[in-house]
């Protein structure tokens, strides 16, 4: 079956590195996202890896793939306040016309 | 260019009640999906529709019906609203084969009373 796993919680102090993990189960997903939303609003893209990637970097993102462990992690350097919201793992589901999405991780920033 | 669209933004209605919402995607997509995210939960896939015909659907029940209008705009249909089926509702468009890259709309928040 299709499903994607996430921590629930995180909490990091400001201007430390967050790592948001997330495992899926699909080995034939071809594309791996990570979404941001912020409270009472819709789903902001960040960032996507291709399946035959290992890593993608874009500024202050980092996003790691372990194909072999179905394995996928964030990191956001030098956190900060305005990066408190919730982050969705997501696949391409099989079909390829859905988008299965975890449950979303809660990032807290402490001062 | 406009993003996604969908109306209304908020909507209130009782069990048994019948909701329509809509959604306008970015010019040029052809694609439309539909997404119901429950509060503390991640989105889950309702509809696909390309070219007014239904694409892939999720596993909700047939109270839930949707269409797609020529122009490429769509509608989500739910008949005999339960409490369970408060939640955000979301659209999203994307290219012709292109479902790989979805663009979100902010979405309609429906509360069942």
């Known amino acids: ?111 | 260019d406009a993003g996604v669209t969908q109306s209304p933004t908020h909507l209130i209605k009782t069990r048994g009640q019948q909701v329509t919402l809509r959604c306008s995607p970015i010019s040029g997509h052809k694609s439309v999906s539909w997404y119901q995210q429950v509060l503390g939960q991640g989105p889950q896939f309702i509809f696909q529709y390309y070219e007014k015909e239904e694409r892939g659907r999720g596993n909700f029940p047939d109270r839930f019906s949707a269409r797609q209008f020529p122009n490429y705009s769509s509608e989500l249909n739910v008949n005999a609203l339960l409490l369970g089926d408060s939640a955000l509702y979301l659209c999203a468009s994307s290219f012709q084969g292109r479902e790989d890259e979805q663009y979100f709309g902010p979405g309609t928040r429906l509360t069942v009373t």
């Open chain 1, 1 to 111: 079956g299709e499903d994607v796993e996430q921590s629930l919680f995180l909490s990091v102090r400001e201007g430390d590195s967050s790592v948001i993990n997330c495992t899926y189960t699909d080995s034939s997903s071809t594309y791996l996202y990570w979404y941001k939303q912020e409270p009472g609003a819709g789903l902001q893209l960040l960032t996507y890896i291709f399946s035959n990637m290992d890593m993608k970097q874009d500024q202050r993102l980092t996003v790691l793939l372990n194909k072999k462990d179905k394995h996928l992690s964030l990191r956001i350097a030098d956190t900060q306040t305005g990066d408190s919201a919730i982050y969705f793992c997501a696949e391409l589901g099989s079909s390829a016309s859905k988008i299965i999405f975890g449950s979303g991780t809660r990032l807290s920033i402490r001062p």
